[in-house]
């Protein structure tokens, strides 16, 4: 018997498709090779890989069973958010805060082990059958599953694994990154460019405490973040613990790669302007490339695209899983939704979760690449004698933005959701 539906990809997004489907009352298989640990899963106690979760993706990991299988004590709320200006003084800077938002939290701060780790254990409780080989395409003309609208579809979708196996599903949901096989052997087009930046991450612990704060600046260097994690406990401990993602041009980057800890802590500590105080470095540093990636369609026959597999956005909001999980939220929503015993792989019902998502995902896509073109250090305006004007017209638009709580709290609503 053919499953109702097949997910391909054990990242966190994927765990949570299978997981939420299932609730939905679909007969889920997860397929694909179990994810990579954290090759410094014994030289750094904490993982470099780490996420804003807003309260709309704690929603559905509470609504999943995950939420609070997660290890509290190495979860960290944010509160409040500090946004500095390229251009202006700190008085322009704009403040978020969650009592102002009316939210319990802007977002909460997970490592990538802690959300992996809470959601394989979900998923393991709820007996989900989970496929070890990695899918190596569908058994069928690319071509044929870009049906012509009045053509009759198939019952369902025939896939095939790597080692030879094959299986049948009538939904297949794409969750396996931005290299997706899926959505590849759907046929569905990925138009793809890399940002003339790179995120460098690394841990530091902090003279000042952080107070549950998120700062980030916007500066000829690129864009700092600095994102709150729990601190360590106990006599003589630091008295903050911070996480960083420092969105670098190519040639910054690789020199805070080459940086000692040392210089590496007094580089960050300089950018930052000394608003934690003193900074000591806990972890090795790392670099991820920066991407904009779309795909065509977040739909093919029988198909569905979910995550980095349909969307790449700059890390600049900290939204690129949360856009992930939303994709979950509703996809999950409209099975359920679905009158009982109907097809998971309608196309017209496919066709309302691409509706449903196009907005909420190009918005977000806009709004990062906009943001990262407007004071991306690469770029200079010609002829120079323009850079002031820019400047002085960036610095009032952020001062209108700062001085205004409704732009705020649209922001914030945007954020949350």
């Known amino acids: 018997m053919p499953a109702d539906v097949a997910v391909v990809g054990r990242g966190a997004v994927g765990l949570a498709a299978a997981l939420a489907l299932s609730r939905a009352g679909l007969r889920a298989t997860l397929i694909g090779a179990p994810p990579v640990a954290d090759a410094g899963g014994e030289i750094d106690p904490w993982d470099l890989r780490v996420f804003a979760l807003s309260p709309a993706t704690r929603a559905l990991l509470e609504s999943i069973g995950v939420w609070h299988a997660l290890d509290a004590a190495r979860v960290a709320p944010v509160y409040?958010?500090?946004?500095?200006?390229?251009f202006g003084s700190d008085r322009d800077a704009l403040h978020f805060s969650a009592y102002e938002a009316r939210v319990e939290a802007l977002a909460w701060i997970v490592e990538q082990r802690n959300l992996l780790g809470a959601l394989g254990q979900a998923v393991r409780f709820a007996g989900l059958p989970v496929l070890d080989e990695r899918f190596d395409g569908i058994d069928a003309d690319p071509g044929a599953l870009q049906r012509a609208p009045d053509a009759v579809p198939e019952s369902t979708i025939p896939l095939r694994l790597e080692g030879g196996r094959r299986l049948s599903a009538r939904l297949l949901v794409g969750a396996d990154g931005a290299g997706s096989r899926v959505r590849e052997?759907?046929?569905?087009?990925?138009?793809?460019?890399?940002?003339?930046?790179?995120?460098?991450?690394?841990?530091?612990?902090?003279?000042?405490?952080h107070r549950d704060i998120a700062w980030q600046w916007f500066g000829r260097d690129g864009i700092l973040a600095l994102l709150p994690l729990p601190a360590a406990t106990g006599a003589g401990a630091p008295q903050g613990r911070v996480s960083m993602v420092w969105s670098a041009p190519h040639?910054?980057?690789?020199?805070?790669?080459?940086?000692?800890?040392?210089?590496?802590?007094?580089?960050?500590?300089?950018?930052?302007?000394?608003?934690?105080?003193?900074?000591?470095?806990?972890?090795?540093?790392?670099?991820?490339?920066?991407?904009?990636?779309?795909?065509?369609?977040?739909?093919?026959?029988?198909?569905?695209?979910?995550?980095?597999a349909a969307h790449l956005v700059h890390p600049l909001a900290g939204q690129g899983m949360n856009l992930g999980f939303g994709d979950v939220a509703v996809l999950a929503r409209l099975m359920r939704e679905r009158d009982p015993g109907s097809d998971p792989g309608d196309r017209l019902l496919l066709r309302r979760y691409a509706r449903a998502r196009a907005e909420p995902v190009e918005?977000?896509?806009?709004?990062?690449?906009?943001?990262?073109?407007?004071?991306?250090?690469?770029?200079?305006?010609?002829?120079?004698?323009?850079a002031p004007l820019v400047e002085s017209a960036v610095a009032f638009g952020w001062r209108v933005v700062a001085g205004s709580r409704w732009l705020k709290r649209q922001l914030v609503a945007q954020a949350v959701r």
């Open 80 to 86: 409040d958010m500090r946004v500095y200006p390229a």
């Open 185 to 209: 052997s759907a046929g569905l087009r990925w138009s793809v460019s890399d940002y003339p930046q790179r995120a460098v991450v690394a841990h530091f612990d902090t003279e000042r405490p």
């Open 363 to 386: 918005a977000m896509r806009s709004a990062t690449d906009a943001l990262q073109r407007l004071f991306d250090p690469t770029r200079r305006p010609a002829p120079a004698a323009l």
């Open 251 to 308: 040639e910054l980057a690789d020199a805070l790669l080459a940086m000692s800890p040392g210089e590496l802590a007094q580089r960050v500590q300089q950018a930052a302007g000394s608003a934690l105080g003193a900074m000591t470095t806990i972890s090795r540093a790392q670099a991820f490339a920066l991407r904009l990636g779309r795909a065509g369609s977040m739909i093919g026959q029988r198909v569905a695209l979910v995550g980095d």
